[in-house]
Structure formats: structure tokens, C-alpha cells
């Protein structure tokens, strides 16, 4: 974004007294990370009021700043603009600056995966267009504007991630961005604590099309039944599918998985055989609603396979962590739900990549009051002739342990609600340069503190 104050208070409308000819070359909700040329925008919490770090804010490079207008003592002779509410003009400045610029806009939902996808996608398009993409979690209210206004004006490609955690919020996120092509990674359990179901979930996912360009195209998860109901019930919505089942649009098969990543074969909108430097098969889902976009965009079948395997993903996603000990962990310490722990399991317990497997899992949070259910249903998943050692991290996986208890000798699992060294420790008694260590758990579990403990290669 390049934008005079003046034009900014035009998209607002608001008077622009004084320094309307001042350049902002972005927006700033944090003085920390605050650049030159940042429009600062000042929230007003429970706890902490940004209207005192504003000073603060220029002396860091900002070019300019919004105001409450009921907010006392505003600054002096700099370059100010007065508004109502600054979240919700933040949100206006996205919504003009969105409806001006000419880029294709992406949006990326789901339960698990999205980040995920973000990355593959943005990774496998990045070598034939210019691309931008969500950073980090700028995801929600927030986020997405801040991610939209950060836009450079010639980026053909912007990938917006969207997350929410009730009703309404995807849908907001979708009306805001307006995006010419949809994807639903798949529903999972995480948010079950709000939304109370995994039909209510997908419901929630699929708010996304509220916001679809009337050309636009919706991809989603074709073997997950939730989200076929719901695409039935939308005659007139443009979708394609991606998949294990043979109903899709797309299919993967044949999946092959090593240190190096995963080979696979796909049929239907393209055909051949396929590469990510990315474990898991979960990853060559995420991988094929990539495919599928990059060839409604107009790439060649050899485009796409150059694209995809460039793929990235951003830390703590099936993240391969060698030490000098020669033990190799697999950090997905990011987040956790049950389907996304199911995928992990299966894929550790499947690859040939080391003799010895281990489980170092944490707590699953956000799953209402079925969490207990939860927990104790990842017993059915954990094969014992395929795993040698579980380290149990948290008080929710206490539920775990308990039903882990008939399949492990006491020797191969231990449980610990709140100490990482318990668990460093038993790694560095039993594992050697044939283990592969699992990491998983929900973010705040925090789990890859346990990788602070060990030299990395």
C-alpha cells in the first residue's frame, strides 16, 4: 500500500486537516515491529489503551496515526487522523484498499491445514507470479486487514489465511476479502468448545463462500461428508475437489514418504507423478487444493510440478529437527486436534525413515466437554507393534495414559502434566541415532521447548 493520509481519510470519510500529503506505506498495531512510513493504529482494551504508545509510535518511524475521537489529549503537530472506533476503520481501510486493488485474492479456511496450504500454495506460485501471503497467525479481525493493507500494489497473487473460533467470523472475513477462488482444508474438532459440533464447525468453515466472487471457484475437502452435504445444498456454486476417493477432482495415490518428503501419484485434473519436499499424507492433500488452484490460474502440468516442489512450510509443520545425537524429531508442535494427531500417528507409524518411533504428545485444547472422549479415542490410533516409546505431556493426557496402560510396558511410556525435563530426560536415556520422535500437541502445550535441551544439527 502507498497511500497519501488524505486518500486514507477519503476511504474513511473523514476531514483530513492538516498533513493530508503525508505518504503511509503501511499500518501498525505494534510499536515493536513498527516501520518507517506504518500508519499506527491505537486499540483501546480492558487492559492495556494503544493511545499511549503513540508518541511512542513516531518515535519508532511511523508517518501517522489514527485517533478516537472520544479518546482525551491527542497529539499535537504530527499527522493525525480523528475516527469513531480504529478497529473498525482499519477493517474500512482493508475493505477500499481490497476493492482497488487488481491482484487474485485466495482465501484458506478449515480445521487443520490451512497454514499448511498457505504455504504450498503461495510456494508452488511464487516461481510464475507475484505472491503475498498471511504471515503468521494475521488471521481474524485484525489480522486479515493488516495482511490486505500490507499488499504491494503490482502483487498479482494474495493467499489470505482465515481463522475464527465462532459463527459469523468467517463470514466476515470473506466479505471483507472478497476472494476469487474458496478452500476448505477439512473439519476437525478444534473450537467444538463453541461451536458444539462437527456439523456446526463445517457450517462455520463454509461461511466462506459468502464472500466468493460470483465466478469464483470453491475447493474443499471431497471425502469429508459434512462439507458434500453442504455443497449440495448450493446448486450455483462453482466447486472442485480434492482427495483419497475416487469421486474427486483430484486424486492422490500410491503415496510414498521419505526424509526427503512425499512422492505420489495424482489422476483427474492433472495426471502423473508428483513431489513435495513434505512429509505426511495429510501435507499431499493440502498439496493437490494447491494443484488445483495453480491450474485454474493457467499453469502447465511441468509448472505445476516445478511449483510444488519448491514447497516450504512455516516452522512446527511436520518439521524434520536432526541433533548431533543423530536422534531425528519430527516438530508438528504447532497445534493439535484429533484429526490432525490421527495424521501425525498414522504417518510416523507408516514411514520407513527410522526403525524406532516415538510419541511425545500434549494436551488438545479447545474441545469442549468432549475433550475427555477425545483423548482416550487416540488409544484406537496408537498401534504398539508399530511404536516403541509415548511421552505423555499434560493434564488431558492423563486420559491417554490411563487407556495406553494395557498396550505399553511401564517401562516404554511415562506421563507428566507439567514438566518438559521428565520428558528430556527419558529421551536422552533410551533414544539413539535409530529413533524418530514425534512432537504434537496443541500450541499452548508448547511442546518444542522440549528441543531447547538438544543440540541441533
Known amino acids: 500500500m502507498k497511500k497519501t493520509l488524505l486518500e486514507i481519510a477519503n476511504w474513511l470519510q473523514i476531514d483530513c486537516k492538516d498533513f493530508g500529503d503525508t505518504v503511509v506505506t503501511g499500518v501498525s498495531i505494534d510499536t515493536r515491529t513498527i516501520k518507517k512510513g506504518d500508519l499506527f493504529i491505537p486499540f483501546k482494551g480492558e487492559k492495556v489503551n494503544g493511545h499511549q504508545y503513540v508518541q511512542k509510535a513516531f518515535e519508532n518511524g511511523a508517518a501517522a496515526t489514527l485517533w478516537m475521537k472520544s479518546e482525551p489529549n491527542p497529539p499535537e503537530n504530527v499527522p493525525v487522523l480523528f475516527v469513531e472506533d480504529p ?16 491482484a487474485t485474492f485466495i482465501g484458506i479456511t478449515g480445521s487443520n491445514g490451512k497454514t499448511s496450504s498457505k504455504d504450498i500454495l503461495a510456494s508452488a506460485l511464487s516461481p510464475y507470479f507475484k505472491v503475498q501471503k498471511t504471515i503468521g497467525n494475521f488471521n481474524n479481525q485484525l489480522g486479515l486487514p493488516i495482511t490486505i493493507l500490507s499488499l504491494d500494489e503490482d502483487t498479482e497473487i494474495a493467499v489470505l489465511e482465515m481463522g475464527m473460533s465462532g459463527f459469523g467470523e468467517i463470514e466476515f472475513l470473506s466479505t471483507l476479502a472478497r476472494p476469487h477462488y474458496a478452500v476448505i482444508t477439512n473439519i476437525g474438532e478444534a473450537h467444538m468448545q463453541d461451536l458444539g459440533s462437527r456439523e456446526g464447525i463445517a457450517k462455520a468453515k463454509f461461511e466462506i463462500i459468502k464472500g466468493l466472487d460470483e465466478h469464483g471457484v470453491l475447493f474443499y475437502d471431497g471425502d469429508e461428508p459434512l462439507l458434500q452435504n453442504l455443497v449440495g445444498k448450493e446448486p450455483n456454486l462453482n466447486v472442485e475437489s480434492f482427495g483419497f476417493n475416487h469421486e474427486n477432482s483430484l486424486i492422490a495415490t500410491n503415496i510414498v514418504t521419505t526424509e526427503k518428503g512425499s512422492r505420489f501419484d495424482v489422476r483427474g485434473e492433472l495426471n502423473g507423478e508428483f513431489f513435495i519436499p513434505v512429509l505426511g499424507k495429510h501435507q499431499v492433500k493440502n498439496a493437490l487444493n494447491a494443484m488445483l488452484i495453480a491450474k485454474s490460474l493457467g499453469l502447465r502440468d511441468d509448472q505445476i510440478h516445478f511449483g510444488i516442489e519448491q514447497a516450504k512450510l512455516t516452522d512446527m509443520r511436520m518439521q524434520l529437527v536432526p541433533t548431533t ?3 531425528l524429531f519430527i516438530n508438528d508442535a504447532y497445534n493439535a486436534a484429533p484429526t490432525s494427531m490421527t495424521a ?19 494436551d488438545m485444547l479447545e474441545l469442549g466437554e468432549d475433550e475427555k472422549h477425545f483423548h482416550e479415542s487416540i488409544s484406537n490410533v496408537i498401534d504398539e507393534s508399530k511404536i ?6 499434560g493434564p488431558r493426557m492423563k486420559w491417554l495414559y490411563e487407556k495406553l496402560q494395557d498396550k505399553f510396558a511401564q517401562e516404554n511410556i511415562i506421563h507428566t502434566e507439567d514438566d518438559y525435563d521428565q520428558i528430556v530426560q527419558f529421551i536422552k536415556k533410551y533414544a539413539n541415532e535409530n529413533s524418530l520422535i514425534l512432537l504434537k500437541g496443541s500450541r499452548g ?3 518444542e521447548t522440549i528441543l531447547k535441551s538438544f543440540e541441533l544439527n
Open 325 to 327: 545425537e543423530r536422534i
Open 87 to 102: 478497529e473498525i476503520a482499519l477493517q474500512e481501510m482493508a475493505r477500499q484498499y481490497r476493492n482497488e486493488h487488481k
Open 445 to 447: 502445550m508448547k511442546l
Open 388 to 393: 516403541d516409546k509415548v511421552c505423555l505431556f
Open 344 to 362: 501425525a500417528i498414522q504417518f510416523i507409524q507408516t514411514t520407513t525413515m527410522r526403525s524406532e518411533k516415538w510419541l511425545v504428545l500434549g
